[in-house]
Structure formats: C-alpha cells, structure tokens
C-alpha cells in the first residue's frame, strides 16, 4: 500500500509538472504568434490587405450614408434637394411627416460580395500557412503542445491581423467617405455630420473586420490543431 501510494503520488506530481510545461500561459502564446507573424511578414501583409479593403468600402458606405443623414436632418430644403440629385432614395421615416435615407439594395450586395470575397482569401490564405507550417506544428505537438494551444495560436494571429487590418481599413474609408460628401456637398457635409455616427459607423467596420478575420481563419485553425504529429512531420517531408 505504502509503495502504490508512493508511486501514485509520482505519478501525480509527475503529470502536474507536465501540465505545468504543456498549458502556456497567455502571454507566452501572444509572444509565438507575433514572431510568427514576423517571419511570415509579407504573407500576413496580402491577408491584412484584402480586409483593408473590404472595410474600407464598408466604412466608406456607412460615412456616406451619415453623411446623407445629416444633411436630411438639417432640415433645408435645397440640401434634401441636392440629396435627391446626388441619387439617394428618401423613405418614409419612423415619425410620422420624416424622412430618412434608405440604402440601395445595390450597395448592400456590393458590400456583401466584398465581404464574402475578403473571407474566401483569408481562409486560402490562412490553409497555406498550415500548410506551410506542418512541421511545426508537428514540432509543437511532439513537445506535448495540446490541440488548444495551436489553435489559440491560429487566432491570435488572426485576431491581430483582423484588428490591425480593420482598424486602416475603417480610417482610409471614413476619411475618403466623408472626402466625397464634401466634394458633392460642400462644407454643410461635415457641418451637419454628428459623431456619434462617425463613431457608431467605425466601430461597426472593425467589428465586423474582426469577426470576419475569425470566422475566415476558424476552419484552417481546426485543422491545423486536429493533425496527428506524426501525420503533420511527414507532410512536409
């Protein structure tokens, strides 16, 4: 009894220093996937790239119609006018004798498709890099690294790429965005533009900026965290 109890407590004190080794903390994971991401600079750059764009132009579409807001909320009739002639559809409002700008069905898919093709990008990019990266993850795995840990790994880079990303993307669009109702408008553009809507239209593009990195990087990360080591180390060979 007294050497099965020895040997258990072995065995368990054992098993926690293997745990300890195993489980990184957090800090540890964010420091492995920026080095990843600088190693891997320019592929990361083409992925950060195609999500600038898709928010930029929803960023730019979401200022445009605020600014569109704030002018039909001015409550001049010559910039409603000007409204109709720029070729904004005006609906019935919420309040009776109110009106608001209606978005195209036009834009909206555009936005759409946009979207959809920035995340098939991502998810090709993201499966060449698992691809790439078998060895290493065979290397990890072989170390004792669990299936939460390489796929911790997968989103934190794609969470940092989706908000650096994100973030350029709704800067160049609410700047370009609010550039061209100045140009159609003039200065009543930025005069009647409220910035609760700046700030609701940006935070909304890196959201959906960053949810869409997530959600393009979710299958490849499975993936690469479900391979066997030894399926992952001949692979690559």
């Not at 320019?42 to 950060?48: A, K, Q």
């Amino acid at each position: 009894m007294d050497q099965n109890s020895t040997h258990n407590g072995l065995f368990s004190s054992g098993a926690e220093g293997i745990s300890r080794q195993v489980v990184l903390p957090m800090r540890k994971s964010l420091d492995i996937s920026i080095r990843s991401l600088q190693v891997r600079f320019f592929r990361s750059l083409i992925t950060v790239m195609s999500l600038v764009l898709a928010v930029a132009f929803l960023a730019f579409t979401l200022l445009g119609h605020d600014v569109a807001m704030g002018l039909l909320a001015s409550g001049q009739p010559s910039l409603q006018s000007e409204l109709v002639k720029a070729g904004f559809d005006l609906a019935p409002g919420r309040y009776p004798g109110s009106y608001e700008v209606a978005a195209s069905a036009k834009d909206r898919w555009i936005v759409i498709l946009s979207l959809l093709v920035c995340a098939v990008g991502i998810v090709n990019a993201q499966l060449m890099a698992v691809t790439e990266r078998f060895r290493e993850i065979g290397t990890m795995k072989c170390l004792g690294a669990l299936d939460s840990f390489v796929l911790r790994l997968f989103l934190l880079e794609a969470g940092m790429q989706g908000l650096a990303g994100s973030f350029v993307g709704a800067i160049l669009g609410g700047i370009t965005g609010v550039l061209v109702g100045m140009l159609r408008f003039g200065g009543p553009a930025l005069m009647y533009l409220r910035f609760e809507d700046v700030a609701a239209s940006m935070g909304w593009s890196i959201l959906v900026g960053f949810i869409l990195s997530l959600v393009g990087v979710s299958y490849p990360a499975l993936v690469a965290s479900r391979m066997p080591p030894v399926v992952a180390m001949r692979a690559e060979e």
